[in-house]
Each structure stands twice: as structure tokens, then as C-alpha cells.
T-cell receptor, first 109, second 116 residues
Framework: KQEVTQIPAALSVPEGENLVLNCSFT??????LQWFRQDPGKGLTSLLL?????REQTSGRLNASLDKSSGRSTLYIAASQPGDSATYLC????????FGSGTQLTVLP | GAGVSQSPRYKVAKRGQDVALRCDPI?????LFWYQQALGQGPEFLTY????????KSGLPSDRFFAERPEGSVSTLKIQRTQQEDSAVYLC??????????????FGEGSRLTVL
């Protein structure tokens, strides 16, 4: 059974810092990996999707990498802002999306 | 519509009541998923439809849970004889792809169920 782990569970940083969120998965036979953002009481907003054949994707200040063979992905956030405060979830797709428990990020002004 | 729409947003039920949660996917999206998210956890897969066909219901926690999508668009998740452990946010997601690989999923804001 696929298991997805996210480290750290929570992270608090001052505004302007660059930061890295980590995601690992146990079964490398995936179709893609997706990073989501979830604000309190809200649904999930898709940030980046990396196909299994790709190594990374970039969108604005966000960059996600995928190392399928080692079962790892990282989400890099440059120049963090208070508006980035949210829970970040990674999920891998095989038959369905399997999610990690998320990293709760707080960016302090 | 512009996005995935779920209703009701909030539902309080007494233990033993039946509830029905509705999902309107993005127009034209073939794949539809239901997830259950407990407080502080990531979403857990419940069931998956491709058009009106329920292709995977392996995540449904008990036979009290039932989902349908009779015309291949709107879906309803029904929970019979609700229990306190059913309290969670129920998320619906849809995807455009009509192959075996759903592709990028778009989520609704969820229905928060509280069972007293």
C-alpha cells in the first residue's frame, strides 16, 4: 500500500526566507505527483503537477522536484510571504491520489 | 460552472441520521473522486467514478457509505445511520481526462459533517 510522508509537520519562518518542504512515498510506480495548498476551512488548490517522466516544475516562486527512483519530492518556496501561510499537501497518483498529512506553514511578517 | 461545487458546506447530524452530500464537478470532467479528510490529516480516498461508472469503491469505510453518479455529472455521497467517527470534511474532485490516468484533479471546498 502506498504511503506518503511529509516532513516537517509544521514550519514557522520569518518573511522573506526561502524554504523547502519534503515529501516521500513508498511505491515509486506512480503516474504523477501533485502539490496542493489548503487554507483553513477551504478545499485544495493545485499548485504544481509533475508527471512521472519529469524532474521538476516551476510556477512563480514555487519549484517542485521529483526523484521517482528514491521516492522523494521537494517543494521550494522562494522569498516567502505571509500570504503563503497554509497547509501544503503532496499527493501521488497511481490508481487514485494518495496524500500525505501535510506541512502547516506559517510565514511571520 | 467555474469550479467544483459542493453542498451543503456544513452539516450537523444527530447520530443515526442519514445524510446526503452533493458534488457538481467542473462541466465536461469525466472523472470524479470523493475523499474524506479528518482534522489534521490528509484526505483519504473513498471512491472514484468515470462518467456514471463507479470504478473503485475500495476506500468506502463501511456499507453505510454509498455513492452514485447516475448521469455522469452530479454525484451524491450518502451516509446512512451516521456515527460520530463519520465527522470529517468530505471533499469532491474532478478531472478532465477520460483515460485510465485521471491527470490533474480539481477540488471543491468540501462539506464539513459533524455528527453529534
Amino acid at each position: 500500500k502506498q504511503e506518503v510522508t511529509q516532513i516537517p509537520a509544521a514550519l514557522s519562518v520569518p518573511e522573506g526566507e526561502n524554504l523547502v518542504l519534503n515529501c516521500s512515498f513508498t511505491d515509486s510506480a506512480i503516474y504523477n505527483l501533485q502539490w496542493f495548498r489548503q487554507d483553513p476551512g477551504k478545499g485544495l488548490t493545485s499548485l504544481l503537477l509533475i508527471q512521472s517522466s519529469q524532474r521538476e516544475q516551476t510556477s512563480g516562486r514555487l519549484n517542485a522536484s521529483l526523484d521517482k527512483s528514491s521516492g522523494r519530492s521537494t517543494l521550494y518556496i522562494a522569498a516567502s510571504q505571509p500570504g503563503d501561510s497554509a497547509t501544503y499537501l503532496c499527493a501521488v497518483l497511481r490508481r487514485q491520489l494518495t496524500f500525505g498529512s501535510g506541512t502547516q506553514l506559517t510565514v511571520l511578517p | 460552472g467555474a469550479g467544483v461545487s459542493q453542498s451543503p458546506r456544513y452539516k450537523v447530524a444527530k447520530r443515526g441520521q442519514d445524510v446526503a452530500l452533493r458534488c457538481d464537478p467542473i462541466s465536461g470532467h469525466v472523472s470524479l473522486f470523493w475523499y474524506q479528510q479528518a482534522l489534521g490529516q490528509g484526505p483519504e480516498f473513498l471512491t472514484y467514478f468515470q462518467n456514471e461508472a463507479q470504478l473503485d469503491k475500495s476506500g468506502l469505510p463501511s456499507d453505510r457509505f454509498f455513492a452514485e453518479r447516475p448521469e455522469g455529472s452530479v454525484s451524491t455521497l450518502k451516509i446512512q445511520r451516521t456515527q460520530q467517527e463519520d465527522s470529517a470534511v468530505y471533499l469532491c474532485a474532478s478531472s478532465l481526462r477520460d483515460t485510465g490516468i485521471p491527470g490533474e484533479l480539481f477540488f471543491g471546498e468540501g462539506s464539513r459533517l459533524t455528527v453529534l
